[in-house]
């Protein structure tokens, strides 16, 4: 028998160290597949065929709720800002297990959105079934073909992310993300959306995976900022607005693999408690990208900063006013404020990865963390 | 000049060794005085005349949002869970620094309740202007009489706890929720809620005042547990449903005063990240008073267990199941599971003022923290 030339485990890895190294990497790729042909430039839309509904239909839903857990729960906040801002409709996102055992206010105008990767989260599935009881739209927004909550939703849109291996979801989130500015474009077209404004969307969407791409180039120098941070047991991650639900997925990321206390939270509830916790050299990771509240964030930072903390800022490419504020910062390419989250968590990926790394974590399997939670 | 035969200090601690000692012992007093008048026997309701609205306006409003920084922010959640369950009308909680910079979509059928207890945050001061332009029921719950956010909102309810000292709020937050109770009370009164319904809920509230006296008489027993505790710089507290926003503010006050970072939890959400955290001794406090979700919560603790955590619960009195569960414990009375969201708090303030003493901590005066946060 020949002796193969090479690790199958490597193969897989395609040269990678580790499956969530490849997966960051593999956004670009992801985001394109969950963009393609999704994008109208002619009535500057999204055509999403999976969610079923005419726009007649769509013009009765009234409110959205959506259904997550963990990193979906994220990224469903994200969907509320996108939804309430751009297609000017109620929406709040809600912990699955929450909605499941509350007997939630469910009518037969709102539309629910369960998001899950795998579609088989226990907890989300439960909620699909309670709302489908309440005869609300139901969909789902997974990435697994064929999973539980795809085929008991009935309709719904799937990511085309490609299997996700590590444990910490990395293209998944994005990918949600990025379908749920789409599904809030096409809600919005049929709103208050002028074709002009809604082109103007759709154009940033399509940059995505470029956005991405230039952001994952500077994952040397993210690693070299990494090692000033890798010796903290504490961390606190701070935004407002659209990213604070990027705050929380970046918490949420560093806590899962690098067994940091990291903790998100809205740049304003900070001094209304946790900054207690704040000593010569905490870190705070201030995502001060060049959006509305930015000013108010730089605030906080100042704050932070009187009480020792180490600033590491997100801040948008060229932003040499925010840079002054930062002990380090890490930079992402101006884009649409609502765009801006994705390549924000993306720079996030490649820091809780590089500290992990540096800590000399397991990385693709946490201790005592599943892929998919299957149970309640 | 006679020398007075006391330190000015202590007698205006009563005693005293903290302000918030003294507080924490008031509540019993402070919720009396918050409840007295406003419950009604004969129609088995609340009398709330400062709500300004007759039974007909108040049929009008179709959602409330509660707005609040903070502990305030950790009450309005627990008025979510309280109006959707007992009046069965949407309601949501926003940190009012998000509701004042993000064009919120509110409508004049919109009641939005602004929680403050100093009535001065700038942040809930600013949301209240907002909402006043959006032509919304805006009402505030204040501690202070004649704040800035009593006068603005016009119309609005006092709590009437007495003036609060410590910088960590105690019996301003049950009193606020003791409020909402009645409100959401004399909104279900004027929807679903029978007579009967309604009678046995306020005899639930008018116990309030005895179950949080019966908590405080733990006092010398909940030392005793912090001690055990006392040694940690991590700790998390997990709840569902009503006991999930106690769990926040529970991790609140201990990071406040003891600058343990302890975080509050989802239970349901501890697996989907949080979990990896877990080590051989790290505390987690587990809220699974005999109430519905219980047995999943109890789920949860054993998942705890089984990665080597410390499992202090808070029970309910006589509990010996759940007891099994926990390497120590604390029991609150039976009582109506919202109504046990309070006493449930005041157990969870004593363990951070015991384990904040027991590390030496400032307690009156955290560090960086100021009362009332009247910058943004």
Redesign the interface.
């Known amino acids: 028998v020949a002796e193969l030339g090479f690790d199958s485990d490597a193969a897989e890895k395609g040269g990678y160290e580790h499956f969530m190294l490849k997966e960051i990497h593999e956004q670009p790729e992801s985001l394109a597949n969950a963009i393609r042909g999704r994008l109208d430039f002619n009535l500057g839309t999204s055509v999403l065929s999976g969610m079923g509904t005419s726009a007649r239909d769509l013009s009765e839903i009234q409110r959205v709720v959506f259904l997550g857990?963990?990193?979906s729960?994220h990224a469903g906040l994200v969907g509320e800002?996108a939804f309430?801002?751009l297609a000017?409709?109620?929406a709040?996102v809600q912990?699955?297990?929450?909605f499941r055992?509350?007997?939630?206010?469910i009518s037969r105008s709102d539309l629910v959105v369960a998001i899950s990767q795998s579609g088989e989260t226990a907890?989300t599935l439960a909620a699909v079934r309670e709302a489908n009881q309440k005869g609300a739209f139901v969909m789902g927004l997974c990435n697994v073909v064929g999973s539980t909550i795809a085929r008991e939703t009935g309709r719904g849109i799937y990511l085309h992310a490609g299997p996700e291996i590590s444990v910490a979801s990395t293209k998944a989130f994005t990918c949600q993300v990025a379908v749920m500015l789409m599904m809030a474009l096409k809600l919005g077209r049929g709103r208050r959306f002028s074709r002009e404004e809604g082109l103007k969307l759709a154009r940033e969407i399509e940059r995505i995976p470029e956005l991405v791409e230039r952001t994952i180039q500077q994952s040397d120098k993210i690693e070299k900022i990494a090692a000033r941070y890798a010796e903290h047991?504490?961390a606190f991650f701070i935004g407002?607005?659209y990213l604070?639900p990027v705050a929380l997925e970046g918490a949420?990321k560093l806590?899962?693999?690098s067994?940091i206390?990291a903790?998100g939270y809205?740049?304003?509830?900070l001094?209304?408690?946790?900054?207690?916790?704040?000593q010569k050299g905490t870190p705070v990771i201030a995502l001060a990208n060049d959006i509305?509240?930015k000013d108010?964030t730089l605030?906080n930072v100042e704050e932070c900063r009187a009480?020792g903390a180490r600033i590491l800022g997100v801040i948008t490419e060229g932003d040499k006013e925010a840079a002054e504020f930062m002990d380090d910062f890490i930079e992402v390419p101006a884009c649409h404020p609502l765009v801006a989250t994705i390549p924000t968590a993306v720079a996030l990926q490649l820091l809780s990865y590089h500290i992990a790394r540096a800590r000399g974590c397991e990385i693709d399997q946490?201790?005592?963390?599943?892929k998919s939670?299957t149970v309640?």
């Open positions: 857990c963990g990193t729960l800002y309430e801002d000017d409709i109620h709040e912990q699955a297990a929450e055992y509350r007997n939630p206010i907890d047991e504490h407002r607005g604070y949420l806590k899962e693999i067994y206390h903790e809205h740049a304003a509830e001094k209304h408690g946790p900054i207690a916790l704040l509305a509240g108010k605030g009480r946490p201790r005592n963390l599943a939670v309640e």
